[in-house]
């Protein structure tokens, strides 16, 4: 690994898109393995670090390259995304099922002494 490597390794543990960005910019390669020998793609997909993930596939990181495990970067993200359904009411205040995001709150507002019940036709 390469000091640059390094460096874009340790500012995509970070979430610097700015740096990641500079150092792919400099020819840091995108693909470049981490310190558990995974692609720096698989840190910023398991961090949630949707701007560097977004930074290294533009500079030509490979999502459908197949890991040690059979996964790929993008299966992993895939796998790894939360549920728009598995929010309750309250995450509306998060701009989750809000009108500004486009998302759709999944949950209605339960009777009182009933549970929580999803709308008919959301898939969770």
């Known amino acids: 690994m390469t000091e640059r490597d390094a460096a874009l390794a340790a500012a995509v543990r970070a979430g610097d898109t700015a740096r990641v960005r500079d150092l792919l910019g ?3 390669d995108p693909d470049a393995a ?4 995974l692609p720096v793609l698989c840190t910023a997909v398991a961090a949630f670090a949707y701007e ?3 930074a290294l596939v533009e500079a030509g990181a490979d999502p459908d390259r197949e890991l040690p495990d059979g996964t790929t970067p993008l299966l992993r993200a895939i796998e790894g995304a939360p549920r728009r359904c598995s ?3 309250s995450a ?3 701009g ?4 500004r995001s486009g998302a759709r709150n999944c949950w209605r507002r339960p009777a009182a002494g009933t549970r929580r019940a999803r709308r008919p036709g959301c898939a969770a």
């Open 96 to 99: 989750y099922g809000s009108p």
């Open 92 to 94: 509306a205040s998060h």
């Open 87 to 89: 929010r309750p009411p």
């Open 52 to 54: 560097v993930a977004e």
């Open 34 to 37: 981490g310190q558990d020998g």
């Open 26 to 28: 400099a020819g840091a």
